[in-house]
């Protein structure tokens, strides 16, 4: 075993995942477990964070459940308070809606905005200044295709994808030169708890791999960009959309 195996036993790294009681979420915090990590498993549903914290337990790792409301500017700051010194933060929380421009009502239109964006920038606001005292850390924000391609019904949905994209070249600028690296990922469909499946199996077979994604073919990539392994990325949007923005 190596020193620095040593060293990740009596001291490990401690990664928050938001949204990790679900879909991508949950998976990412089981590799990052697997990976050695020290994960804060959050989300809303207690039973699913305390399910996906078991899961991480009886497989030998460590993990807890912290609840928040990521569209509650209050929990966001209870969430800084509770995980300030995390090495890693994958910004995963939050939901899509698909429909007619004309049908999405005000307030789920803020309710996108505050879950997926407002909550991804507090979040770094007071996470990132003391990874960047540390000298190093690792940001993950997930954008998504929709950010990239217009998708009919997917709107404002994507326009919060692209705000993520955005706010992680603005923040490697800011933060990468004191160390930590902010990166995004910009998956394509993915079967999960969050989209009709129908829609994602349709969106499957626009890729050029003609399938949607599993959870775990994602958390591949966000394990890759929180380990060491991705030391010269920073400021990178990384697609994992089976081929869909390439062509
Ligand atoms: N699935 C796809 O095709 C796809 C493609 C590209 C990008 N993405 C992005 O990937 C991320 C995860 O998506 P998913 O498909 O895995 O979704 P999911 O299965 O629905 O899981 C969403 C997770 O986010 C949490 N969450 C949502 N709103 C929240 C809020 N207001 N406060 C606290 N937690 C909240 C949920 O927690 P609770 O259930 O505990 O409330 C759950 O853990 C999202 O950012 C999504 O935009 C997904």
Redesign the pocket.
């Known amino acids: 075993m190596s020193e620095q195996r040593l060293d990740l036993d009596s001291h490990p790294q401690t990664a928050l995942v938001?949204?990790?009681?679900?879909?991508?979420?949950?998976a990412v915090a089981l590799k990052l477990a697997d990976d050695r990590f020290a994960v804060l498993v959050?989300?809303?549903?207690a039973a699913?964070?305390e399910q996906t914290v078991k899961e991480i337990v009886s497989a030998g790792g460590q993990a807890r459940f912290v609840a928040?409301?990521?569209?509650s500017a209050v929990d966001v700051q209870r969430l800084v308070d509770e995980a300030g010194d995390a090495d890693v933060l994958v910004n995963?929380?939050?939901?899509?809606w698909f429909g007619p421009t004309p049908e999405l009502d005000v307030d789920t239109f803020d309710?996108l905005f505050a879950?997926?964006v407002r909550?991804a920038y507090f979040l770094v606001a007071g996470i990132a200044p003391k990874m960047a005292a540390r000298g190093g850390g690792s940001i993950i924000n997930?954008?998504?295709?929709?950010g990239q391609i217009g998708l009919a019904g997917g709107a404002a949905?994507g326009a919060t994808?692209a705000c993520l994209a955005s706010l992680t070249r603005s923040w490697a600028a800011e933060f990468s030169p004191s160390g930590v690296r902010v990166n995004a990922i910009?998956?394509?469909?993915?079967?999960?708890?969050?989209?009709d499946p129908a829609l994602?199996e349709s969106l499957g077979t626009t890729t050029l791999l003609d399938r949607?994604a599993g959870?775990e073919e994602i958390a591949e990539v966000i394990a890759f960009l929180a380990s060491p392994k991705a030391s010269y990325v920073t400021g990178a949007v990384v697609a994992a959309d089976g081929g869909r923005t390439a062509v």
Not at 142 to 146: D, E, R, V
Request: glycine content about 22%.
């Open positions: 938001t949204g990790a009681t679900s879909g991508i979420g949950r959050h989300g809303r549903d699913r964070g928040a409301d990521l569209g995963n929380g939050g939901f899509s309710a879950s997926n909550s997930l954008s998504s295709m929709a949905y994808k910009a998956p394509g469909p993915v079967y999960t708890g969050g989209s994602i949607a959870p």
